[in-house]
């Protein structure tokens, strides 16, 4: 089975400032998603970016951005300009090509300071 | 478009009691997965449905099922509630393709707390 590791449970930046999340995984898929999910107190999980194992460049949404490397299976989420809003727990997620899961990470709780 | 409506938010139940937990899906979207959430084994995949078939299920015991109807809505049924089923039980929808260009859309969730 695939396994995610969050190996930050808890992270804090100062807002306008950049932080990064790490997260790896284990698999022996060569063809995969991978994902970074937001849940705010409102416990609501929020697809924040995705990324295509077959895409050599790395996915970019606004002020999130990754660094996906395949070959040492670690996906980071950098988060740039941070806002009081990016407070949350951020989850890291995987899924097969073919699988129809999600496996996540236990999770990073981010706390934004102003 | 409405998003995924998930009733209801919360539940108390007694220990040996079953519980009903409901989900609309976006419209359109004719997957459905259930997710459970707790602060020990975190997110943990239960099962997923599509166009009222049961296609994946993850590694929980037979007192969780679930179902789906013709409109995609699905419910999730657990019976026998120990206090271990105390949880948060998020439900997600999608178009049902595999891959990331069918990305989850998750609701809030229903907490149920067994007591």
């Known amino acids: 089975a695939q396994t995610v590791t969050q190996s930050q449970p808890e992270m804090s930046v100062q807002e306008a400032e950049t932080v990064t999340l790490s997260c790896t995984y284990d698999?022996?898929?060569?063809?995969?998603?991978l994902f970074w999910y937001k849940q705010p107190p409102s416990r609501q999980m929020i697809l924040v970016i995705r990324?295509?194992?077959?895409?050599?460049q790395n996915a970019t949404e606004n002020r999130f951005s990754v660094n996906f490397q395949k070959a040492a299976k670690s996906f980071s989420l950098k988060i740039s300009d941070s806002q009081l809003g990016d407070a949350a727990m951020y989850f890291c997620?995987?899924?097969?090509?073919?699988?129809?899961?999600?496996?996540f990470g236990k999770g990073t709780s981010l706390l934004v300071t102003p | 478009k409405a998003g995924v409506t998930q009733t209801p938010r919360y539940l108390i139940k007694t220990r040996g009691q079953q519980v009903t937990l409901s989900c609309s899906p976006i419209?359109?979207?004719?997957?459905v997965s259930w997710y459970q959430q707790t602060p020990g084994q975190g997110l943990q995949f239960l099962f997923e449905?599509?166009?009222?078939?049961?296609?994946n299920k993850g590694n929980f015991p037979g007192r969780f099922s679930g179902r789906q109807f013709s409109n995609s809505r699905s419910e999730m049924n657990v019976s026998t509630l120990e206090l271990g089923d105390s949880a948060l039980y998020l439900c997600?929808?999608?178009?049902?393709?595999?891959?990331?260009?069918?990305?989850?859309?998750f609701g809030n969730g229903t907490r149920l707390t067994v007591t």
């Open positions: 997620a995987y899924r097969g090509y073919s699988g129809y899961a999600l496996n």
């Open positions: 419209s359109g979207h004719r997957s």
């Open positions: 449905y599509f166009s009222e078939t049961q296609r």
């Open positions: 997600a929808s999608s178009l049902g393709g595999q891959g990331a260009i069918s990305p989850l859309h």
């Open positions: 698999t022996s898929e060569s063809d995969y998603y």
């Open positions: 990324q295509e194992a077959y895409k050599q």
